[in-house]
């Protein structure tokens, strides 16, 4: 496991577990552990060993969103750099994740509140403690949800849900969110971990490109129309079709056996 001041960084084969590492301030965003994840996100993006990557928080909470204490919101010139840290930091962070070439778990571990909340459903499979609570806190200190929370949450939950969500900022429970279609499962405290590297490592053993080709289709699909989608699913199925990982699916399906994907 390698450390830095505010992320841990730790793997096993094909997979590489980013934790953020601010447990006294729930695991806060400031810029340095902004930069510090976008960085290790990125390096496993290039390691072509990578196939899976797992996001989650160290001690009681996943992420409590923007650490206030790092701005001086009364100051005036401070104010107007709210919108240029979303530019530089949370909106690269967001496009990152959606855009990787491998699967992402988020492993909820305790509270995801205003851009915690909204990171962690950037991720592709959300998989949450039992004891896990998401808020959009936004609205209590007079802002609106960000780090993509007004795009994702209503194609989630739905407009009337996402709508009051965002204005009252009451907490959703781990399951409540899964029942609403917020994340994909939740489970029990003890059992996260486990149950995280184990989805990670079948994931880190499957064919990575259609797994990123996935990614594609359902991020056009938001969009488009049903004929533009038809064409999308062509084209991208044709890319799926040329891989080796297409051609190895095939020879162990009329072989009767286990395939073995090398993720190309």
Avoid at 14 to 19: A, E, K, P, S
Avoid at 65 to 76: C, I, N, S, T
Avoid at 80 to 100: A, C, D, F, H, M
């Amino acid at each position: 496991m390698s450390e830095s001041s505010c992320i841990l960084v730790d793997s096993r084969p094909g997979v590489v577990r980013i934790t953020l590492n601010r447990p006294d301030k729930l695991n806060s965003f400031n810029e340095a552990m902004h930069l510090e994840l976008i960085a290790a996100i990125r390096a496993a993006d290039a390691d072509a060993s990578v196939r899976c990557l797992i996001l989650t928080g160290a001690g009681r909470g996943f992420c409590a969103g923007q650490d206030l204490g790092a701005r001086k919101v009364e100051d005036p010139a401070q104010k107007s750099l709210i919108g240029q840290s979303l530019e530089k930091l949370y909106n690269p962070l967001v496009k990152t994740l959606r855009g990787l070439r491998m699967p992402v778990i988020c492993a909820v571990n305790g509270v995801a509140a205003g851009a915690g909340a909204n990171v962690a459903l950037a991720c592709d499979i959300v998989i949450a403690a039992r004891s896990a609570r998401f808020i959009q806190a936004f609205s209590k200190i007079g802002l609106i949800p960000d780090a993509g929370g007004t795009w994702v949450l209503p194609r989630l939950v739905g407009h009337a849900r996402a709508t009051a969500l965002a204005m009252l900022a009451e907490p959703v429970g781990a399951e409540q969110a899964q029942q609403w279609g917020m994340i994909w499962r939740c489970v029990d405290d003890a059992e996260l971990e486990d149950q995280v590297w184990k989805m990670a490592e079948h994931l880190a053993t499957q064919p990575t490109q259609a797994m990123a080709l996935i990614k594609q289709a359902m991020m056009a699909s938001a969009t488009n129309t049903l004929a533009q989608q038809l064409n999308v699913e062509r084209d991208l199925q044709t890319m799926a079709s040329e891989s080796n990982d297409f051609k190895e699916g095939v020879s162990a399906f009329l072989a009767k056996r286990e395939p073995k994907f090398n993720g190309n």
